[in-house]
DNA sequence: CCAAAAGTGTTAAACGTACACCCATGA
DNA sequence: TCATGGGTGTACGTTTAACACTTTTGG
């Protein structure tokens, strides 16, 4: 995958391991608050280094994995849990990250919310992804860029619904959008935006239970492909 | 820089060798054609697999080496360029890929015209982004997306600088978009764009040459670093 | 004086945003 | 009937895009 001209002057492909590691965000709703908090699930270490300390879910990269297969592969092993959406974050590589050299390919992801609300497994913790701890490793730094990665993306493209259910009411989909952006939107303006984008189809359902009944909404799923660029691997 | 909890089904830490490759872009103007176009440098392979294809500048990461640090070197190294701008673009990693097992950490990167106009190494040639030969491994989808991401991002940030030397007209600079995004600007509301935006400072210099002399502009440095997000290493 | 690029002005459409207002339900 | 969220209408400021127009040079 790439070509050895002249001499290097670096020891020719040294042992260094390759990692990959998840950021996986959900949604909590807890009773006092207002607005749903955005949550990740961190395993405790059991060994050096930094054990007892919170990671990011992760592992080793198989001789036979691709590094999606690896991402989803430690995301279900540690945590048990299946993604709705998941997507590479970035290569950290950096000498000094570990005491043993090791470059970790960091993907992200999304899981709705239902999903996430079964019990953790043990080790397994989940916490408001905005009040982090002190984190193993440079895990704060990734958090912190993959949050400014899923602000950013929300703001144009429909990745949304990969923290909700199949149906789900205008007001849910926008208190989405609240708990990621961390403001209120407009309840009118935010529903001429999404069915000016044309990708919600309204069904026959509504949600009843307080006040007026609302519509219940599902994603085109046909939209899907043409959203991304070309998308490597 | 990982989490090592359960037992992996894989093979854990197999030998796996990290490589790091360059897109690197710069622009070149043909005598014939009205606008410059988008060009790469290649290197021509000299050992298997892929003897004799064209592909990427890269190299092995060395064990003390961080991933920018490599990129900086295979680049240096394979086609005697200094970047104006480096920015990394994805890890590769199917398993197919290459018939030995290898990660490649791709980044991308601006050279001004006049650096890249220098004679380039036994080797090494430009050749049009847009229509490339068949190169080896999966490189053209590599640039197929490095390509993408520039055009993405010219949009709203200021990298085009990277492709210009220090002081440059505002033709100079649609010039750049123009190649980039294959298609005109209006002159007019290009001007206004980029002097709303602040970030061209405006000197006592003018080219002359034909008709009315342009006046000369360079970049305001001070803006630079608010420029992204969290950006990681 | 003419051609052509540099640079300014004007207008209309598109878009984002604030907010007034009506509708339908549970209590 | 009232409170509340669902849902519609409207008005206004900002941005985008098209294009007419003036300025300044070389030839």
Same mark, same amino acid.
């Given at each position: 995958? @790439?070509? @050895?001209?002249? @001499? #290097?002057?670096?020891?020719?492909?040294? %042992?260094? *391991?390759?990692?990959?590691?998840?950021?996986?965000?959900? &949604?909590?709703?807890?009773?006092?608050?207002?607005?749903?908090?955005?949550?990740?699930?961190?395993?405790?270490?059991?060994?050096?280094?930094?054990?007892?300390?919170?990671?990011?879910?992760?592992?080793?990269?198989?001789?036979?994995?691709?590094?999606?297969?690896?991402?989803?592969?430690?995301? *279900?092993?540690?945590?048990?849990?299946?993604?709705?959406? &998941?997507?590479?974050?970035?290569? =950290?590589?950096?000498? %000094?990250?570990?005491?043993?050299?090791?470059?970790?390919?960091?993907?992200?992801?999304?899981?709705?919310? %239902?999903?996430?609300?079964?019990?953790?497994?043990? !080790? +397994?913790?989940?916490?408001?992804?905005?009040?982090?701890?002190?984190?193993? =490793?440079?895990? !704060?730094?990734?958090?912190? /860029?993959?949050?400014?990665?899923?602000? !950013?993306?929300?703001?144009? #493209?429909?990745?949304?619904?990969?923290?909700?259910?199949? &149906?789900?009411?205008?007001? $849910?989909?926008?208190?989405? /959008?609240?708990?990621?952006? $961390? *403001?209120?939107? $407009?309840?009118? !303006? =935010?529903?001429?935006?999404?069915?000016? #984008?044309?990708?919600?189809?309204? @069904?026959?359902?509504? *949600?009843?239970?307080?006040?007026?009944?609302?519509?219940? /909404?599902? /994603?085109?799923?046909? +939209?899907?492909?043409?959203?991304?660029?070309?998308?490597?691997?």
């Amino acid at each position: 995958m @790439t070509t @050895t001209t002249s @001499t #290097s002057p670096a020891t020719a492909h040294a %042992d260094i *391991r390759v990692a990959v590691s998840t950021v996986i965000f959900s &949604l909590r709703r807890e009773p006092g608050r207002e607005r749903p908090s955005v949550v990740i699930p961190l395993v405790r270490r059991t060994r050096a280094p930094h054990e007892g300390q919170w990671a990011l879910p992760g592992g080793w990269l198989g001789a036979d994995e691709d590094l999606e297969m690896a991402a989803s592969r430690t995301l *279900r092993e540690t945590t048990g849990l299946a993604p709705s959406f &998941l997507e590479q974050l970035y290569a =950290f590589g950096a000498v %000094d990250r570990s005491p043993t050299r090791a470059v970790s390919i960091v993907y992200w992801a999304l899981v709705r919310e %239902d999903v996430s609300a079964r019990p953790a497994p043990e !080790n +397994v913790a989940w916490f408001d992804a905005t009040s982090l701890p002190a984190l193993a =490793f440079d895990h !704060n730094q990734i958090v912190e /860029y993959a949050l400014w990665r899923l602000r !950013n993306k929300v703001g144009y #493209s429909r990745i949304a619904h990969g923290l909700l259910p199949e &149906l789900f009411t205008l007001a $849910d989909l926008r208190e989405v /959008y609240e708990a990621i952006l $961390d *403001r209120r939107l $407009d309840p009118a !303006n =935010f529903r001429r935006q999404v069915d000016t #984008s044309g990708t919600l189809i309204p @069904t026959d359902g509504f *949600r009843t239970g307080s006040h007026r009944p609302a519509r219940l /909404y599902r /994603y085109d799923h046909d +939209v899907e492909l043409a959203e991304r660029g070309p998308l490597p691997e």
